[in-house]
């Protein structure tokens, strides 16, 4: 389910982009860039709508994934 980020705390959602983030797999190009920039980065995918939350009820995990990637999973 998506889960609306307006919804979480702000230490909440710092927490989770956080998470994403700095987890293993995650590319950002050639260049790295330092945590709070990757985080602003982030965060202003969300509030463009460019990404969402998506909760999963039956693991009660919570992902970061662009409106592209959302979109071709369910096509």
Not at 9 to 38: H, N, P
């Amino acid at each position: 389910m998506i889960l609306p980020w307006q919804q979480l705390s702000e230490e909440a959602l710092e927490g989770l982009i956080e998470e994403f983030v700095t987890r293993d797999g995650t590319d950002y190009g050639e260049v790295e860039s330092a945590l709070a920039q990757r985080v602003a980065q982030v965060k202003a995918r969300l509030q463009r709508g460019e990404a969402v939350l998506l909760f999963s009820e039956s693991t009660g995990e919570c992902a970061i994934v662009s409106k592209e990637a959302l979109a071709k999973g369910r096509s």
